[in-house]
């Protein structure tokens, strides 16, 4: 054989030999990743050319190195099947073996025309399946509740009292910062405008209304469900993944009595008390913005705030507490029992559950606001 330029041109890559058999093309040099750095779609334009010859006999045994990246580009000139006449290494057929067995990319899916429709019926099914499934386990928790009332040595008092100290009291350090923060803002926006006025002495009646009643029952239910809702779903999705739920279930323990129940009693616990915290640090930071701003006298704006706040906006402040906190417990339970075992589901099951339960406290509190409009509000007729 003697080599012949058949392609015009000399290449540390290839050598194309004519012999008694036909034309032969010697792949040589190394068929790395590091070594082709910019010649790679060069290189593969023209082995891509030489294979669409048929006749033309392969040696790759001339090749020093060669890695995944090379046989791939290898392969692809080959158009994905091995020619006709090939000569290769052992080390090499390994490495073209994988690549006949692995399964090609699959196509792109074409969107259809009516893809904003079809995704909108995939998104309302899929709204139904979890409301349904949170019914369920909404049930399942209230027939776990009349068996622990007949049982109640089997109540789980341990549970309910780690779920109380974590959701609780390991959370009153970021609801009094946040609320501290929240009330000077709410303090300074305000006073300046009822300074203009003359009116300095209704900033009791803007700050405790609206901390006492709306905002720390809202600030301290969305800090619970980033903060401890995510918490719960990360736990329930980690035994899942750990196989400790299937272990439960085999030893039959249901997951609602051990697991759901004792979150949502111990979150419905300590919901109001988060409530109250908040709103009394919030309270605490308006007044003092309140001071510093316009003056306002500390122990008047005190002795003030129970005849400008009526006693009932505590009780529906507390009470959405109540209610949020349990139905907070509820979803996060719902997306971490639904958790895959694999680790994108479980980080994306716990995104869900935060948005959901933030989606529900808002809703929670657009229901208490239209039902009790007329209850602890001074409104003139």
């Known amino acids: 054989m003697s080599p012949s330029n058949l392609n015009d041109d000399a290449s540390p890559w290839y050598q194309v030999i004519t012999g008694q058999d036909g034309p032969c093309i010697r792949l040589t040099g190394s068929y790395t990743l590091s070594a082709l750095d910019r010649q790679l779609r060069k290189v593969a334009a023209k082995l891509a050319r030489f294979a669409a010859q048929s006749d033309l006999y392969w040696d790759l045994t001339g090749i020093q190195q ?23 290494r052992p080390e090499q057929e390994r490495l073209f073996m994988h690549l006949e067995k692995a399964h090609p990319a699959p196509k792109p899916v074409r969107r259809d025309i009516l893809w904003p429709i079809l995704t909108l019926g995939r998104r309302y099914f899929l709204f139904w399946d979890h409301l349904l499934g949170i019914i369920t386990l909404s049930g399942l928790v209230l027939l776990n509740v009349f068996y622990l009332l007949k049982h109640p040595r089997q109540i789980p008092l ?32 305000t006073s300046e405008q009822l300074h203009t006025f003359g009116a300095d002495v209704f900033i009791v009646n803007i700050l405790g209304m609206s901390i006492i009643r709306e905002l720390g029952p809202m600030l301290a239910a969305i800090l619970v469900a980033g903060r401890s809702g995510s918490s719960m779903t990360a736990q329930l999705g980690v035994m899942r993944v750990t196989e400790e739920l299937d272990a439960l279930t085999v030893m039959g323990i249901p997951h609602s009595l051990r697991l759901v129940l004792p979150k949502i009693i111990g979150l419905g616990l300590a919901m109001p008390l988060v409530v109250l915290w908040t709103s009394a640090i919030a309270l605490l930071g308006g007044i003092l913005a309140a001071d510093l701003q316009i003056g306002l006298n500390f122990q008047y704006a005190l002795s003030s705030l129970p005849d400008a706040v009526p006693v009932a906006n505590l009780w529906i402040g507390l009470g959405k507490g109540v209610v949020c906190g349990m139905m907070i417990a509820l979803i996060a339970c719902h997306f971490g029992l639904r958790i895959k075992p694999n680790t994108e589901s479980l980080g994306e099951g716990t995104t869900n559950s935060v948005v959901t339960s933030i989606t529900a406290v808002i809703l929670i509190d657009a229901v208490f606001a239209v039902v009790f409009s007329n209850v602890g509000l001074k409104i003139p007729r």
């Open 66 to 88: 060669m890695d995944h990246a090379g046989a791939v580009l290898i392969w692809r000139a080959w158009g994905r099947r091995r020619p006709a006449h090939l000569l290769i």
């Open 158 to 189: 341990r549970e309910i009292s780690a779920n109380l100290f974590r959701t609780g009291a390991q959370a009153l350090g970021i609801t009094a910062l946040v609320g501290f923060l929240i009330g000077i803002v709410l303090s300074y926006l």
